[in-house]
């Protein structure tokens, strides 16, 4: 990896040198993803499956190439289990509606937690709207990190799902999802991973983990943004009904009835983003060169060097400091509005996100107008924490 793969960091804000510090948000692209971006509207754009013409075959070959390429990245058994989706929202929202249209009734209880994306909250809920069904969310102890005693009370014989995020995109912990699932499964629940902030940053292998389906999105993994991944065992996704309708998740169509085509095709109506797919096999490829594990062993140094760095801030808070974490900390300052500080960073040509995250029940239980996020991403080094610290003071002596 080098720095000057992604020409982006070169970008002057504001006549000062970019420090790129909200990869939660979407991280920066390789050049190897826009050369695939542009090689496929260059020599090969041509819509998929339906052609019997050259180009349509070679944009065939490359989608279902890349489709592989995530199978054989997540660890899961077969290419059968990937479904393309537009991001992890919308694979959360397709699993929603197709899981809950087979089997969630009236009374029946669906588990989360309280530090989820809205992502991994609203389309359960709309859910449990839709077919009187009960939300329960997992809480917290003092040190933010899940009550696994307190999840375990929450199961019931009326629990059909939980999903729960890998990694909180708010703090960057990393909950303890084997021992969710080995407890799901000892009741016969599935569970769904929200793997969007833990496919960036450490080694997936759905196989392993044993969970039943997980998402992600591409963007927050060099890759393009309108892609994410639904993964599902196949014995599930092949029991479930499709969750939207349109060409190429057909079989036959007849007014009077319609028949559905075979995984994955089942679960992707209409024209897939075949280009995107491409351009994101282009961006695993380039991180499993530098190695997942290596990935997540420097960030983890660098998260570290980060948090005791800040530490040097008078009157910080920093949440779940110290948990075991992966390229994300939120913290406060004092009584100054995380907006101020972000808005001062801005002009100092630092990236880093305020507000709620699209968390807003864990902000709320935090009892805090939002936090300042710096999340960090394979490019980052100390070079940028050591930019960081004396902005974020300069911001704070500004604001004070
Ligand atoms: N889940 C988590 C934990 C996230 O951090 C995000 C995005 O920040 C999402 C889901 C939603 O991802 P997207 O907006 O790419 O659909």
Same mark, same amino acid.
């Given at each position: ?152 009370? &929450? ?5 059909? &799902? ?67 991944? /639904? ?134 239980? &935090? ?6 996020? /710096?999340? &960090? ?21 500004? /604001?004070?």
């Amino acid at each position: 990896m080098n720095k000057s793969d992604f020409q982006i960091l070169n970008e002057q804000i504001y006549n000062r040198q970019l420090v790129y510090l909200d990869n939660a948000a979407t991280t920066q692209k390789p050049q190897a993803v826009l050369d695939a971006i542009i090689d496929g509207y260059t020599h090969w754009n041509a819509n998929i499956h339906r052609g019997v013409h050259h180009l349509s075959q070679v944009a065939t070959q490359h989608h279902e190439a890349a489709r592989q390429r995530v199978a054989d990245f997540l660890g899961a058994q077969s290419a059968n289990e990937i479904i393309f989706t537009k991001g992890a929202t919308d694979s959360i929202n397709m699993l929603a509606f197709s899981f809950g249209e087979a089997n969630i009734h009236e009374g029946d209880e669906i588990i989360i937690s309280q530090l989820e994306h809205h992502s991994n909250i609203v389309p359960w809920q709309m859910l449990c709207e839709r077919k009187k069904a009960i939300l329960k969310v997992i809480s917290l102890k003092d040190d933010l990190t899940l009550d696994m005693t307190a999840f375990e009370t &929450l199961i019931s014989p009326k629990t059909k &799902l939980i999903s729960v995020a890998h990694v909180s995109n708010v703090l960057g912990i990393i909950n303890p999802v084997e021992d969710i699932i080995r407890i799901a499964h000892a009741h016969n629940i599935p569970v769904c991973i929200d793997g969007a902030q833990s496919a960036p940053h450490m080694p997936i292998n759905v196989q392993q983990l044993d969970c039943d389906f997980f998402v992600c999105s591409a963007h927050k993994m060099y890759g393009p943004t309108g892609l994410g991944i /639904l993964y599902g065992k196949e014995q599930w996704l092949n029991n479930l009904p499709p969750a939207e309708g349109g060409g190429e998740m057909i079989e036959h169509v007849r007014f009077e009835h319609t028949t559905y085509n075979t995984l994955p095709y089942k679960f992707e109506a209409g024209t897939p983003n075949f280009i995107g797919s491409h351009a994101f096999a282009a961006a695993l490829d380039y991180i499993s060169q530098i190695g997942m594990s290596a990935i997540h062993q420097t960030e983890t140094e660098l998260t570290a060097y980060a948090e005791k760095r800040l530490n040097e801030i008078p009157n910080i808070s920093i949440y779940a400091q110290g948990q075991p974490k992966t390229g994300v900390i939120s913290f406060n300052i004092g009584n100054i509005h995380p907006f101020d500080i972000g808005t001062i960073l801005d002009h100092m040509g630092i990236a880093v996100r305020t507000g709620h995250h699209c968390a807003e029940p864990l902000i709320d239980y &935090l009892k805090v107008p939002g936090t300042i996020r /710096l999340s &960090l991403a394979l490019y980052n080094d100390k070079a940028d924490i050591d930019a960081f610290i004396p902005a974020l003071q300069r911001a704070v002596d500004i /604001l004070s």
